[in-house]
């Protein structure tokens, strides 16, 4: 296809050029019936120059009618033609044929500058075309051909239109005879067309172009495919242009609806937000579609129950989620978005809605006037709007009726026809499924949320051991809730647990396992296991599961986690860590600069078979220790590293408070919606004194007992627990007198004072002692019987030099 790329100024030069002598007259005449324009064509018809004519009434050039009859006749149309008689300046009548053409504010007028409402009157020069030769076979073909055709001269002006032609643009060939393209039909399209025309008389090459038209008589705009041939006589010179029309419009309104659903099939549903999805379909379907988009569901979409039209009430509650307008600020909606409104029976959204049908509603006077009893505001806006064609689609997906979108045109003079109700179901079951997924997804969210909530702890225990703070942040709804955990675990001798895990995966599977997990954790800290000992088996507990999920599913369901496990010992001051290819913890030592821990990688849980390492580190008193999920590194348009130097940078900011550190790291690391779950747990860990531990070494004989209850005695009555003495001097002797007889030594006794009193007593061996019922003619078995019942909990624990027998007593209120 070849196209020209002249300006406007040579264009015009080029046509004025061809025309010639042999140009059409032309006249402008402005709504008052004023000359505002003149040609030399239209001086040489009637013999005034535009000197004599421009400014003044164009009655001077009428030989009978005045000039306002003559407008009054032609009010409101777009173009009008006919016959009318001319006054010659020297006197004589001149009857005419002329093409009158009404233009638009903004149209430039012969000046270059914007026109008011005027008229461009055309009349071709009397006598300067001949008769085409009507026994022509030749002529006949392109009379009576299918295609729309015109034959033009050298100067551009017609000589031949055949029947189709005459049909399209509503005038005879006789009318237009003479006339140009621009004279013909009023558009910037013509000038184009006749710039290409030019180009084909002086190139002797076909020329093609595509135009939309908004031809006289029809309310639509209409799309061509135009082709402009040279015609040659017998010595191959250009004689004339032949101009061959095909109308698109079908074709391009056609592509315009395939573009529409490609368009909806990428725009609608681009997230799991209903909301959002909803007023996604209103932006797509608003300007290529209708004036005004509405989509509204129904209030109870969340149950999974087909909502039959029998069950629908009278009026209809509607819930509105979103809509949009050609006008800014959508001046045309009654309801609010997020606001709930009832629509009566005669609704289109209602009709619809119980037909189960797409509905086509032309709104009508009469059809305002019964509106405006029920639902008056909404009357009112279609009146004040012009509302004329409404297209109500209900929103289907699975079986469940969750809404209605309503398509209005006020704007478009064309109403909605058979071709845009199907591309308005299309686009809108587009949408209806987008939001079925995101309701069931919103759905399933919220009950892995509220799954998650109750498996993490709801409040962490505050012991003198540590201090600890948390935040876990769930990620956003496009990529779910994930499996992110942490916990604090109070463990024996005042020592304390702290755990961060990740389970592989997100929604209520992950939210399930991570639960498993956690409660396996706990289980095996209650028997003080070590770090890597513990992972060892948790590790197990991860295989079985993803065996477990194998035979639930007969295929392949691995689940892997990731965990860091941590134990510090007040009375040390150190540390034991493990984890299982779980980022390391940072560290932040009174003094120093925040760092990560150096601790051995270890394998993700689930691998198995792999062994794991623990490192033990001292932890100086006013210490920060951050454990957190790779949520809050990673991701976020940063690597690892990136995330991690900022991590460090945060904590290096840390106050007294640990509370106001999480948030300072969230803020410095995280997006509003984060993509993956993240869990931070804060712990500052204190060191127990002298004056809270107090230590023995025991005899391993009998009669030691009696001097290590004094003892014990003087220290409680030092730490202001005289009322618990008798107690606790009796725990103490039992479980010495135990160690004494049945264990070997070297044999400890260790009393610790923290939120409780704490009594441990150690040896070196490994048989640990187990709670049993005496029978009545025993001499033993009922010292663990008596220092459980009078404690408040006890246990015991493997040491690497033996066993660790402990008993814990709340101690006295106040």
């Known amino acids: 296809m070849t196209r020209t790329g002249t300006t406007g100024k040579d264009a015009a030069g080029r046509r004025a050029r061809a025309g ?5 007259a032309r006249a402008v005449v402005d709504a008052r019936g004023t000359v505002t324009g003149w040609s030399e064509g239209a001086q040489r018809l009637v013999g ?11 009655g001077l050039l009428l030989a009978e009618d005045p000039v306002g009859t003559l407008l009054t006749s032609v009010a409101g149309a777009r173009r009008w033609s006919g016959t009318v008689n001319l006054r010659h300046r020297d006197g004589h009548r001149v009857t005419v044929s002329l093409l009158a053409h009404r233009r638009e504010p903004g149209h430039a007028d012969g000046n270059g500058s914007p026109a008011s409402v005027d008229w461009l009157i055309v009349v071709p020069r009397p006598g300067s075309l001949r008769e085409p030769d009507e026994d022509s076979m030749l002529v006949w073909s392109m009379v009576h051909s299918p295609c729309t055709m015109a034959l033009y001269d050298r100067d551009l002006q017609l000589l031949r239109a055949n029947a189709d032609m005459e049909r399209v643009l509503g005038l005879s060939e006789a009318e237009m005879r003479g006339l140009r393209v621009s004279e013909i039909v009023l558009d910037p399209e013509s000038d184009r067309t006749e710039d290409l025309m030019q180009r084909v008389i002086e190139t002797g090459e076909r020329q093609y172009l595509r135009a939309a038209l908004q031809l006289a008589g029809d309310p639509h705009e209409s799309s061509w495919s135009v082709s402009l041939a040279p015609v040659r006589d017998a010595d191959g010179t250009v004689r004339g242009v032949l101009l061959s029309a095909h109308n698109t419009t079908e074709e391009h309104l056609a592509r315009q609806r395939l573009a529409l659903i490609a368009e909806a099939g990428v725009r609608v549903g681009s997230t799991l937000d209903l909301t959002r999805t909803a007023q996604e379909l209103a932006d797509v379907a608003t300007g290529p579609l209708a004036d005004f988009v509405t989509v509204d569901l129904l209030p109870d979409i969340d149950d999974d129950q087909e909502l039959r039209p029998l069950e ?6 509607l819930r509105r989620v979103a809509n949009q ?8 909606a009654v309801v609010a978005q997020g606001a709930v409104a009832a629509y009566p029976g005669t609704s289109p959204a209602a009709e619809c809605l119980v037909s189960g049908e797409p509905t086509i509603v032309r709104v009508t006077t009469e059809g305002v006037a019964q509106w405006a009893a029920e639902a008056p505001e909404r009357a009112r806006r279609m009146s004040r709007f012009g509302f004329h064609s409404v297209l109500a689609v209900p929103m289907r997906a699975r079986g469940i009726t969750l809404g209605v979108a309503t398509f209005s045109r006020h704007r478009r003079p064309d109403p909605f026809t058979r071709d845009d109700l199907l591309l308005g179901a299309e686009i809108t079951a587009r949408a209806a499924l987008s939001i079925d997924n995101a309701r069931r997804y919103t759905r399933e969210r919220t009950t892995a949320l509220t799954l998650q909530s109750s498996l993490l702890p709801q409040r962490l225990p505050q012991r003198l051991a540590v201090e600890v703070a948390s935040r876990y942040l769930p990620a956003s709804a496009q990529s779910g809730v994930g499996g992110d955990w942490f916990d604090v675990i109070p463990l024996s001798g005042a020592r304390v647990a702290l755990v961060v895990g990740d389970v592989v995966g997100h929604g209520i599977q992950a939210s399930a396992a991570m639960g498993r997990l956690r409660t396996a954790v706990r289980t095996l800290a209650d028997v003080d296991l070590p770090p890597d000992e513990l992972l060892t088996h948790l590790d197990d507990l991860v295989n079985r599961l993803s065996a477990e999920a194998d035979d639930l599913s007969g295929s392949f369901a691995d689940i892997g986690a990731t965990c860091l496990y941590a134990v510090h010992d007040p009375v040390s001051g150190r540390c034991c860590l493990a984890r299982a290819g779980h980022p390391p913890p940072a560290l932040l030592t009174p003094g120093g600069e925040p760092r990560i821990l150096d601790l051995p990688a270890g394998p993700p849980l689930g691998l198995g078979g792999l062994p794991f390492e623990s490192a033990e580190i001292e932890l100086p008193e006013g210490s920060l220790l951050a454990l957190y999920t790779d949520g809050l590194v990673e991701g976020h348009g940063q690597d690892i590293d990136q995330g991690i130097d900022v991590l460090l940078s945060a904590l290096a900011r840390a106050g007294p408070s640990l509370d106001d550190t999480c948030d300072t790291v969230l803020r410095a690391l995280l997006p509003e919606r984060p993509d993956d779950d993240v869990a931070l747990l804060l712990a500052r860990p204190h060191t127990l004194d002298s004056a809270h531990v107090a230590v023995w070494d025991v005899p391993a004989e009998p009669a030691a007992v009696a001097g290590i209850r004094r003892g014990v005695g003087r220290r409680l009555r030092e730490w202001g627990l005289e009322e618990t003495g008798f107690v606790t001097e009796l725990v103490v002797s039992e479980l010495v007198t135990n160690a004494i007889r049945y ?7 260790r009393l610790i004072l923290d939120r409780s009193l704490i009594c441990e007593v150690s ?14 003619n025993d001499e033993g078995g009922r010292g663990l019987l008596l220092v459980a019942q009078l404690s408040h909990s006890w246990g015991a624990r493997h040491t690497p030099r033996g066993k660790t027998i402990w008993a814990e007593q709340a101690l006295p209120a106040g």
């Not at 005034?48 to 164009?58: D, L």
């Not at 307008?325 to 045309?332: A, F």
């Open 325 to 332: 307008s050609v006008l800014p600020g959508c001046p045309e």
């Open 312 to 317: 629908l009430p009278d009026p209809i509650t």
């Open 20 to 24: 010639g002598g042999t140009a059409s």
């Open 763 to 776: 040896d070196a061996s490994s048989t640990a002692p187990h709670l049993r019922r005496a029978r009545d």
């Open 743 to 749: 264990g070997e030594p070297p044999i400890e006794l």
């Open 48 to 58: 005034y120059p535009a000197s004599e004519v421009t400014g003044r009434s164009a």
